[in-house]
């Protein structure tokens, strides 16, 4: 019998459900991200105070799940690592989730309409999709479960890749496009305090494989 996805370590978080995606395996050597060592108790790079541009925020959401990947990668061995490692998945999950969202329902968007290159947008959206199918496998998983180690491995090669592309040749776009990343980044700020607050009271499950007008978060009001 399937078991249930664990209970999330923070109350009145976001949980993510879904199927498995099977056929793919990684060793963990990946997982450092050739990143400084940090605290395991405050893995998290804090986001920028007051106004940011949209880049600015965006790249510190990848420093923070860079760094959420670093720590995961350090808790071998330690006499808690399962439960630490339960607990960090949560977080990177539902950062991944509300990160993903924010550049889909605003980044990407304006990214399209001022660049009006369709092709680079539609390969970010189908890297996203893998993402989140790797997610909802990580969500229905336990540490010390077969091919743990290597979900997370695998999720933390694709988020890379697309994290680079994404700081490297959507960035240079969105600059040569003349975007206003000022309001763009206003826009993002408000939409993830939105998502942050909105999140189910009675502690539900969000699938993170169903449509988007399935979930429980509130999509944003068209411009």
């Known amino acids: 019998m399937p078991r249930a996805a664990r209970p999330c370590a923070r109350s009145q978080r976001r949980r993510l459900a879904g199927s498995p995606r099977h056929g793919r395996h990684r060793h963990e050597s990946h997982l450092a991200f050739n990143l400084p060592r940090r605290s395991h108790g405050n893995p998290g790079t804090p986001r920028p105070d007051g106004p940011a541009d949209a880049l600015t925020l965006l790249r510190a959401d990848h420093e923070r799940i860079r ?3 670093g720590a995961f990668a350090r808790l071998r061995g330690m006499d808690d690592e399962d439960e630490r490692k339960a607990g960090l998945i949560d977080e990177l999950c539902a950062e991944l989730i509300t990160h993903g969202l924010l550049e889909e329902e605003i980044f990407y968007p304006a990214l399209r309409a001022a660049s009006g290159d369709d092709e680079m947008v539609d390969e970010a959206d189908i890297e996203h999709a893998g993402v989140r199918e790797l997610v909802a496998q990580l969500e229905v998983m336990y540490p010390g479960d077969e091919h743990f ?6 999720l933390a090669e694709e988020v890379e890749h697309h994290v680079a592309r994404e700081e490297g040749e959507m960035f240079e776009a969105a600059r040569a496009a003349g975007l206003d990343l000022d309001r763009l ?3 993002l700020a408000e939409r993830r ?9 009675a502690g539900g499950v969000i699938d993170a494989m169903a449509p988007r007008e399935g979930m429980r978060i509130a999509r944003r009001a068209p411009d």
């Open 67 to 69: 760094q959420l990947f």
């Open 193 to 201: 305090r939105q998502l942050e607050e909105d999140i189910d009271p």
């Open 149 to 154: 180690e290597a979900t997370v491995a695998v």
């Open 185 to 187: 980044g206003h826009k």
